[in-house]
């Protein structure tokens, strides 16, 4: 069965520093997305990035990047130039073919001014 | 274009009483899905669906029932409400089945079960 692991429960950067945001995943299929999603204090959940497993550039999306490890089945968020507006609950998330997500079980990120 | 929205926000139930969560999108989704979110467990599917009148179990089922006669409309039913079932509860929905779809999740519904 496939699981998502992210091992720090809780992060805390400085604004305007960077921060790297961990998940490891369990699978043996080949074709597959991973994803972060961000979950602020308002509770609803937003798409940050995707990426396919096939394409072995990593997906960014402005101050958002990540860097995706197939061989090592790992898949790190990376936040460039932290504002007060990433603080919120990040979760990372793997689908295969099939109807399902699975999602880690987050890490609360701390801005501090 | 409301997206995906919630009935109720919140709601305090007692222990064996029923209820409905209604969820609604207006993107003309196929794929509806049911989650629950407790502290330190991320987010569990409970039941989904492919398509208008299907539905499906996910990981944690059991007490809950749903329904999905309206293509738009997504329902989650608690027949008898254990304190448990304290938890806050997301739908969402995507597009389709390819598995980089965008899931578009609602603004959850916070049930607390005395």
């Known amino acids: 069965a496939q699981t998502v692991t992210q091992s720090q429960p809780e992060m805390s950067v400085q604004e305007a520093e960077t921060v790297t945001l961990s998940c490891t995943y369990d699978?043996?299929?080949?074709?597959?997305?991973l994803f972060w999603y961000k979950q602020p204090p308002s509770r609803q959940m937003i798409l940050v990035i995707r990426q396919e497993a096939y394409k072995q550039q990593n997906a960014t999306e402005n101050r958002f990047s990540v860097n995706f490890q197939k061989a090592a089945k790992s898949f790190s968020l990376k936040i460039s130039d932290s504002q007060l507006g990433d603080a919120a609950m990040y979760f990372c998330a793997y689908r295969s073919r099939g109807d399902k997500i699975i999602f880690g079980k987050g890490t609360r990120l701390h801005i501090l001014p | 274009n409301a997206g995906v929205t919630q009935t109720p926000k919140f709601r305090v139930l007692k222990t064996g009483q029923s209820m409905t969560l209604l969820c609604a999108q207006d993107m003309n989704h196929e794929y509806m899905y049911w989650y629950r979110q407790d502290p330190g467990m991320g987010l569990r599917l409970i039941h989904y669906?492919?398509?208008?009148?299907?539905?499906a179990k996910g990981e944690v089922p059991d007490g809950y029932n749903v329904s999905r006669l309206k293509k738009q409309n997504f329902l989650l039913g608690l027949e008898s409400a254990a304190p448990s079932q304290t938890s806050v509860y997301f739908c969402a929905s995507s597009y389709a089945a390819s598995p980089g779809d965008e899931q578009f999740f609602g603004p959850g519904t916070r049930l607390t079960v005395l």
């Open positions: 699978t043996s299929e080949s074709d597959y997305y």
């Open positions: 669906s492919v398509g208008e009148g299907t539905t």
